[in-house]
């Protein structure tokens, strides 16, 4: 690199709006430009949302500060001089290539309900005892997970609501994915504190235990106020 050079990136922000950025590598100052200059550059342009790192192998990193729903990616990254140096970064790399599949992997298909809500269904086994995790928004807005499947109705009418029996709870596929005696929804996430919970609720009478039952077993182990977790009439449980 040379005195004057200017490296330039691209990419989306977390809720998805078009970030580009430039930075001028200054070499004639008292004190030249290092590697975080670039990376402090990278996280101003992305309003400080994420952090700008360098890995062992010298790739360049940019990681969202925040869980939850995020739109985050860099789409390019190049410089430009008078100098013929070639390429220096080489391409970005969106795939995770250094992940490591569990020994007990299981195939899991992700879907948008049609409302932005996240849906996680087990291929092989459904919904029924599925691990469910809330995450957070910075945003403040309401945080929303799904109780089962893709799209819940009731015996008894359209609608589910806290005093709704897991009994009465069918999903799409029909009986043989419906709530049994015995099904365990586990959930984690972070406290208003940031501490991590981890619990479960177990379903032992399907005929008589409902909802409201998940619902204040959630406030317990977040720590939170009654009524702060509520279920809406498409199944989605409200955590506020």
């Known amino acids: 690199f040379a005195d004057g050079e200017t490296i330039s990136f691209s990419g989306t922000s977390r809720s998805g709006g078009a970030i580009s950025g430039s930075y001028k590598i200054d070499m004639a100052s008292e004190t030249p430009d290092t590697m975080q200059d670039l990376l402090s550059a990278i996280e101003d342009a992305f309003s400080s949302e994420v952090n700008a790192t360098v890995d062992t192998s010298g790739r360049i990193v940019v990681t969202d500060k ?20 070639g390429e220096f970064f080489g391409t970005v790399l969106t795939t995770n290539t250094d992940g490591q599949e569990g020994r007990y992997a299981m195939a899991i298909t992700a879907t948008d309900d049609g409302s932005n809500h996240l ?34 109705t009731t015996i008894a009418g359209p609608e589910i609501v806290a005093g709704t029996a897991w ?14 005696n015995g099904a365990v929804i586990s959930y984690t996430g972070t406290d208003h504190s940031g501490n991590s919970v981890s619990d479960s609720y177990t379903i032992n009478n399907k005929a008589v235990d409902t909802v409201q039952g998940l619902l204040t077993d959630i406030e317990g182990a977040f720590g939170l106020s009654a009524g702060s977790v509520t279920v809406d009439a498409n199944g989605k449980i409200n955590i506020t």
């Open 119 to 152: 849906v996680l269904r087990s291929d092989d086994y459904g919904s029924t005892s599925f691990t469910i995790s809330q995450v957070s928004d910075p945003s403040g807005t309401n945080k929303e997970v799904v109780i089962g499947s893709e799209a819940n």
């Open 167 to 180: 009994g009465d709870i069918d999903t799409t596929d029909g009986a043989a994915n419906d709530i049994t």
């Open 66 to 85: 925040y869980t939850g729903a995020s739109q985050l990616s860099i789409t390019s990254i190049s410089h430009t001089g008078t100098d013929p140096q």
